[in-house]
């Protein structure tokens, strides 16, 4: 449902370079990418879940913390390097917090934006993951 996966680094005396290929490092086709920076500190972003929806997730820059939570348990993974990807798949409600101010997230989605897609209410979340959805 989620995992933290360390990407191959392709280090040399320049600095440091990630490539992500569709269809080896990507297991889903990439639709759409949008990006995350200027958060507040204390804001709190997500609060929701999804019914169709595969996301990698990279922090760019500076730091944050993802909360991930499949129903039956909830786990916080501290994201600090573009060497890493949060890959969470459908019905995963998720928070974000304790954004450092210079923190950059990159999401690679599967499917384009639907407002419909959204799951918002955890009780809601809740019953869909426990009974299935309707
Ligand atoms: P939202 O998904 O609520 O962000 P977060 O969960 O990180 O707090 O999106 C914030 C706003 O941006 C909302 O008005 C919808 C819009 N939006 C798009 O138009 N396209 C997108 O791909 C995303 C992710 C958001």
Known sequence: MYQLINFKVHGDHAGNLVALEQGSDIDFDIRRIY??????????????????????????????????????????????TPAQGLRIENFVWREFTEFSRDCIVMVLA??????????????EFLRIVRNGAD
């Open 35 to 80: 990006y995350i920076w200027g958060t507040e500190k204390n804001a709190i972003r997500g609060r929701h879940a999804h019914h169709n929806l595969k996301q990698m997730i990279v922090c760019l820059a500076g730091q944050c913390d993802f909360t991930l939570d499949d129903g039956v348990k909830r786990e916080t993974f501290h994201l600090c």
């Open 110 to 123: 599967s499917e384009h934006y639907d407002a419909t897609d959204y799951i918002k209410s955890y009780d």
